[in-house]
């Protein structure tokens, strides 16, 4: 099973990357769960100079930026194959 | 009683509406989409290599308010990079600095102020935070030297990304800037009339009169009326926003005919606000100004840009970024001004006169303390300084306020607490409070007449001494833990 966090502190791309995130986790049909990490002081643990944030596997994917659900499937998979 | 109510908001309804009609279009329509495409096409990385731990001082503290400026338009952005550069890259001085500069010298800000008091309180504004910025950054170094060099050596791979600006992106960002000045400068080659057309449209100066009685105001206080013209633009922005909601809300996953529609309609927002429309007896003259062709040129420009030398997905992510911007701060200034506008009918000009009229410490000293203590949301604080100004304010308090207040708030100070401590948090606040009273002081004692040649030649020796200081500070640091080094060993 995957985890997969998302973190920001609540602003609009950090909701949109949450949906985004759900959504390619339903499409896959895989066994996953979305932890949103809002504290600062936790979302500081990664290496990261901006928010919205992906963290898949406590493996930072994305940050910065609203990536597209092309993008999130392919590191969706990946990670599966990884932890296989 | 109700007279009393009804004038309050007449006031509010009167502010908002003059507002909305001549400053906001020309200038903060352009300003979001400056801000929205460099949230999306500036890759963080051009910058933000220039901010670890192993890169001098003399090009991390530019670099960090280059950041302020360029990068932090939203608080996404402004704490993590902050904690980041304290924490993981180039220390506490150029997170301070970046902190400071970023909300006085962003887009968005510069423009508005610019537009809405004048230019020369803007320049002040931004020269003034950079070389405060700079200072308090070198100063809170200087104190807090031995926790600095506490930090680990290691520089993080968090700064290690070089990616750099492409041209058309470039090119892209200054076409839109020249939109902004096009619509904005106040010189002639951009307010003459070069021609006029006589549309026969009748009843729009019946039109204007009636506006001026729904709304009344009265020049003497600065207030505005709302013209046939700034009526004309209120609608269109009304369509502006119905048809952004339907077109850009889904943008990242597919434009439709909405986002076209909204589009077309902000070009054409954008033209109608730069020509000079005179309502007269049976017909309609409209002059046709330097500003209406410098915008017109932009925007072919920016079309073509956005089709030839973009990738698609790019510019979807700008518009998302521009419309996010719009949705957040939008609404708050819209509040904020009505608001504005109904206090403004409560303050007596006599009390802003007495306490800030003059350009003295305890003036100064008011308007940075009003600052610290009153939290408005993004943007605010410019209506609310045109109040003070129009009341009786002078500029060099005005300055004082304008520059404690986006520094300051509740808020930030416990965000910024929470990553550097209690203990710096308020030092750096004492400091911006200082800072700010003494920007206020110089720029209030240029106002009054003071030769600018002394002025800056202070301030260069301020900042002189100050960086001596820290190079002093850090080389004793460095010889000390060689010696430590050596003991171990």
Known sequence: MLTIKVLGSGCANCKRLEQLANKAVMEMGMQAEVVKVTDYNDIMQYPILSTPGLVINEKLVCSGRIPTQAEVTIWLVNAEMEAV | MIDFLLRLLQGGAGNLAAYLAAHVLLCLLPAFFIAGAMAALIP??????????????????????????????????????????????????????????????????????????GPDLAFARLSLSLAFGIGIGLIMALIFSRDDAAHDKINDESFAGRRSIRRSVLLFLLILVALLLSGTLKIGLLTNAYGEINLPIPGLDTFQQALYQVVPFDPGKGEEGVTAQGAILIGLLALIGVTAW??????????????????????????VASVQLNPEVGGLNILITGKLVGVGLALVMIWLIGRFGLEEREVQEWLWESWRFIKQIFPLLVVGV???????????????ETLAGENTVLGNLAGVVFGVFMYFPTLVEVPIAKMFLSLGMHRGPLLAYLMADPELSLQSI???????????????????????????????????????????????????????????????NLGKSAQTMAAVK
């Open chain 2, 44 to 117: 963080k990385e051009s910058v933000t290599r220039f901010l670890g731990r192993n890169t001098p001082r003399y090009i991390s503290y530019p670099a960090a308010s280059l950041a302020g400026s360029v990068l932090a338009v939203c608080s996404c952005t402004i704490v993590p990079l902050f904690a980041g550069i304290y924490k993981k890259g180039a220390g506490l001085g150029p997170a301070i600095t970046f902190l400071f500069f970023a909300p006085a010298a962003n887009i968005l800000a510069l423009a508005y102020t610019g537009v809405a008091i």
């Open chain 2, 246 to 271: 339907l077109g850009f809300e889904n943008i990242l996953e597919r434009s439709n005919s909405w986002t076209w529609i909204s589009l077309g309609l902000v070009a054409l927002t954008l033209l």
């Open chain 2, 338 to 352: 009505f608001m504005v506008g109904v206090i403004r009918q409560l303050i007596r000009p006599e009390w802003i």
């Open chain 2, 414 to 476: 416990l965000i910024v607490s929470a990553i550097i401590g209690r203990l710096k948090a308020w030092t750096y606040v004492a400091w911006v409070a200082l800072f700010s009273t003494l920007a206020g002081l110089i720029y209030g004692a240029w106002v009054d007449g003071a030769s600018a040649g002394m002025i800056l030649l202070y301030l260069a020796a301020f900042m002189g001494i100050l960086s001596l200081a820290l190079y002093l500070v850090s080389r004793r």
